[in-house]
């Protein structure tokens, strides 16, 4: 899949098994780095696979405090 791939809000899903719903509320409350064209959300997946990088390296220091 290209870096330069963009995810629908059902896709993103997909890709990090959440639900819809879920993928919404990140959204909105910016919890996901996102965008919108139009009314819909879209998701960069070079920035989500960074994304979550950042969250495992925040988990990861967390539990070594």
């Given amino acids: 899949m290209p870096e330069d791939t963009v995810f629908t809000v059902q896709e993103v899903a997909r890709y990090l098994r959440m639900q ?3 993928i919404y509320k990140h959204a909105k409350c910016g919890k ?3 965008f919108k064209v139009g009314a819909n959300w879209r998701f960069k997946k070079s920035t989500i696979d960074r994304w979550i990088t950042e969250q495992e390296e925040k988990e990861n220091n967390k539990r070594t405090r």
Avoid: A, E, K, R
Wanted: with cysteine; net charge neutral; aromatic share 0%.
């Fill in 20 to 22: 819809p719903v879920t």
């Fill in 32 to 34: 996901l780095p996102c």
